[in-house]
């Protein structure tokens, strides 16, 4: 097994193709810290940024990373080259709409049917 490098430098692509970053992390540094990062540093110009951890979806080599890894778990040893710039990118779900919750919490009636052949 490859050794893990202990600083990984990584920027992250936003839908627009603008970048925050780059910068250096530990490799030991959980993903859910990774999404702190980018919404602490999310920029102020653009509408419905994250607010939550839950709200970011971190992409690196095609695949959505979970909260709970850390950056050198995630790193691909055929997409990183050593010493080079990682780029994830960063989806944002939007929050859910008013009329949503609304239908979510309302209690579901039984209907019954009847078709007559």
């Known amino acids: 097994m490859a050794s893990v490098q202990d600083q990984l430098e990584v920027k992250f692509r936003l839908t627009d193709g603008s970048d925050i970053g780059p910068k250096t992390f530990p490799a030991a540094t959980s993903v859910a810290t990774l999404k702190e990062s980018v919404i602490a540093q999310w920029p102020k110009e653009k509408e419905n940024g994250p607010r939550t951890v839950k709200d970011v979806k971190l992409i690196s080599a095609g695949k959505i990373l979970e909260n709970n890894k850390t950056l050198g778990e995630c790193q691909s040893p055929l997409c990183d080259v050593p010493g080079g710039v990682t780029t994830m990118h960063v ?9 949503e919750k609304k239908i979510i919490n309302e209690p579901k009636q039984n209907k019954c049917v009847c078709v007559i052949l």
Do not use: A, D, R, T
């Open 91 to 99: 989806v944002v779900q939007p929050p859910p709409l008013e009329k």
